[in-house]
DNA sequence: CTTATTGCAAAAAATTTGCAGGTAA
DNA sequence: TTACCTGCAAATTTTTTGCAATAAG
């Protein structure tokens, strides 16, 4: 595990399992975003019998003490990773499906803007469009297809 | 139907089926954002035959032409609404789960920022956070409780 | 010792898909 | 007529839950 999750485990009276210490070290590890399905995954290379029930159920706890985000950032992509002191936001690429961050002081006016005009007070945000690389090409690019965003339609229509 | 819709199905050589006519109905009368199953029942109130199955085959087709938009606004809130001219962005309450509507012009610098700092061209953006009432309140408030922000844990711990 | 946790399997919930018959054009 | 569409049922996929056995503190 690593600094104070252990701690604030153990301190709200949660057993300090291996599995939880594994789902832990594998968000620390990975950086990114992870799935669950992912995150069972690396947890299972070194300890195959760990299942995925626990799995969902360490991150549901992990998320409800604070110490991992969970981030809807698609129809089925909803992802973990690990709490930092600065929390970031997400920008998601319909083209490539690549997931980029901001903070806050690259957000605008737009935590102030919402504030003043409608009383909201954000605490996260994600936004959808195209990233440089994908604006820049007019179109998909990359290799990380995103669901809805091919060239032409696959329905019907002769 | 109404207005261009049907045209554009018709123009693009697709066939207009009362269930599609019936599902973008659905969509306009509601105003607001709907979930597949919802549409479905709404439909269903007429016509009781009409299959979930043709309700999402319907939805992905007027999705891919542009017609409707699907937003997704939480783990399992997936929800669809007309797609209008001037497009807008949503305010996701954590405390009641309202949903709020920001136009771009309330973006505060937001879009201009983005496509500076990062190349990246918002399309559409969506923020979580607490609305008016659930702020003032200091915690949730309202009938439409969200899935995480309860009062206490309910997990184990004596 | 106590009982929070885990593993497993079965339950749920939400979409998607294969097909044969129905029907818009 | 023709082949796009629909209804139905079964298959998927993803997450949740019941329970007895296990192990953390």
Redesign the interface.
């Known amino acids: 595990m690593s600094h104070h999750a252990t701690r604030t485990l153990q301190e709200?009276?949660?057993r300090l399992t291996p599995q939880r210490t594994l789902v832990w070290d594998a968000l620390r590890e990975a950086g990114g975003h992870l799935g669950a399905e992912e995150i069972c995954a690396r947890v299972q290379t070194r300890f195959p019998n760990v299942n995925i029930s626990t799995v969902y159920r360490t991150l549901e706890?992990l998320?409800?003490?604070g110490l991992v985000r969970?981030t809807?950032l698609?129809?089925d992509r909803?992802y973990y990773e690990v709490e930092e002191e600065v929390p970031h936001h997400h920008?998601v690429?319909?083209g490539c499906g690549r997931v980029?961050h901001?903070h806050n002081e690259?957000?605008?006016?737009?935590?102030?803007?919402?504030l003043r005009?409608?009383?909201?007070?954000?605490?996260?945000?994600?936004?959808?469009?195209?990233?440089?690389e994908c604006?820049a090409a007019g179109g998909p690019h990359g290799d990380r297809a995103a669901d809805?965003a091919e060239g032409g339609?696959d329905?019907?229509?002769?």
Chains 1, 2 share one sequence.
């Open positions: 709200l009276g949660y706890l998320v409800e003490l969970e809807v698609g129809s909803r920008l690429c319909d980029l901001v690259d957000l605008g006016g737009l935590t102030a803007g919402l005009n409608q009383g909201f007070r954000l605490r996260e945000m994600t936004a959808f469009g195209y990233c440089r604006a809805g339609g329905h019907a229509h002769p």
